[in-house]
C-alpha cells in the first residue's frame, strides 16, 4: 500500500502553484500601492528614459530595498516570487518521484532544474 497517493501529490502541487501566485499577486499589489503612496505626485519626464534603478538589479539591492521600504524593490520581490513558483513546482515533483521511487521521472525533474539553474546562472536563456 502506498503510503503518498498521486492524487495527494496532485493536491500538494496545486496548493503549492495557487499560494505562490497569490503571495506572489499581493506582494506586487503592496508594493504598488507603497510605490503610488511615495511617488504618485511626481510629474514624468517622457524625454529622458531612466530604465530599472540599480538596487533591483540584485538580490542583495532588492533586500535592501526592502528594508528601506521602496516600492519598487517590493514589486521586484513579487517578480522573484512569481518566478519562483514554477520552480518550488519542480522540486516538489522531484521529492514525490523520490517517495513514489520513479527514478525517471526523478532524473527528469532533475534535469530541468540543473538547465533552469544554468540558464539563471550564466544569463543565456532559451
Do not use: C, W
Not at 530604465?51 to 542583495?60: L, M
Not at 523520490?98 to 526523478?106: A, R
Amino acid at each position: 500500500m502506498k503510503l503518498f497517493k498521486d492524487k495527494d501529490m496532485q493536491l500538494l502541487l496545486s496548493h503549492v502553484l495557487r499560494a505562490g501566485t497569490i503571495v506572489s499577486i499581493s506582494v506586487v499589489i503592496f508594493g504598488g500601492l507603497v510605490f503610488m503612496y511615495r511617488h504618485g505626485h511626481s510629474v514624468s519626464d517622457y524625454h529622458t528614459f531612466n530604465g530599472v534603478p540599480v538596487f533591483v538589479r540584485n538580490a542583495s539591492g532588492i533586500f535592501h530595498g526592502i528594508l528601506a521600504f521602496k516600492g519598487q524593490a517590493i514589486i521586484q520581490l513579487g517578480i522573484v516570487l512569481l518566478i519562483a513558483t514554477p520552480i518550488l513546482r519542480i522540486v516538489f515533483s522531484a521529492i514525490g518521484f523520490v517517495l513514489e521511487k520513479d527514478y525517471m521521472y526523478l532524473g527528469i525533474s532533475l534535469l530541468v532544474l540543473g538547465i533552469i539553474f544554468f540558464s539563471m546562472m550564466s544569463g543565456h536563456a532559451g
